[in-house]
């Protein structure tokens, strides 16, 4: 599987490997029914099995787009909030992008993994930890929403052990793989009744039929 761009070739993140951006409403977590324009970065070294995103693993099929093309479609569009996704997009240099759009005057939300440094600014982190990269240290402090996929009970004791290493003000989402949505479902709604702590999240977008 290959896993990152070359570094080399971005200049220093003006140029980023672009898998696609678009209008769209925030589907899942704290800020689901958001519109938000959201930019996929392409590369990603953790491999979830279930990952829905499989196409933007390998960089290679998306070659370095200058950030200021991105930006300016961005700021063109009604949205007042960026999505950076991906794909795992800390793998690169954030700051220029995320800056830019900063100073554009539009939030900046981050949805990652937390496997790799952090770069850029955000006024929103989505963390959501996988087993096969944990997340480093950093990602914890940093997490406004701790975002936990859940494909079986054995995952509830997996959401709590991050959820014991984020801050308290840090909101925790329980969110059933799409696959198995049905099977866990159940378990998830009285897992959340028992610890309300959490709450739910679902991939509403899906049954929105956007991306």
């Keep these: 599987m290959a896993l990152t ?3 080399t070739l971005l200049d220093g993140g003006r140029l980023l490997p ?3 951006d678009f209008y769209t409403i925030q589907g899942e977590g704290y800020h689901t029914g958001k519109a938000a324009y959201f930019i996929r970065l392409g590369g990603c070294d953790v491999g979830c099995s279930w990952c829905d995103a499989k196409y933007t693993w390998n960089p290679k099929l998306y070659p370095p787009t200058d950030v200021e093309t991105v930006i300016a479609r961005a700021v063109a ?3 007042q909030s960026i999505v950076i996704t991906g794909g795992e997009p ?3 240099p954030l700051d220029i992008l995320t800056r830019t759009l900063r100073a554009r005057g539009l939030e ?3 949805e990652t993994s937390g496997s790799h440094p952090f770069s850029g600014v955000f006024d929103w982190v989505c963390l959501s930890p996988k087993r096969k990269q944990p997340p480093l240290e ?3 402090g940093r997490a406004d929403e701790l975002k936990v996929i859940v494909e079986s009970e054995a995952d509830f004791v997996w959401a709590e052990e991050h959820a014991a290493r984020v801050g308290r003000r840090c909101r925790l989402y329980l969110q059933p793989e799409w696959s198995v949505s049905e099977q866990v479902m159940p378990l998830i709604v009285e897992y959340v009744k028992a610890h ?3 709450n739910i999240s679902i991939q509403t977008h899906k049954y929105m039929h956007i991306p």
């Design 18 to 20: 672009l898998v696609e």
């Design 90 to 92: 800390l793998i690169y």
């Design 196 to 198: 309300p702590q959490w």
């Design 5 to 7: 761009a070359d570094i």
């Design 138 to 140: 950093e990602a914890y």
């Design 108 to 110: 900046i939300f981050l």
């Design 77 to 79: 569009c009604a949205a």
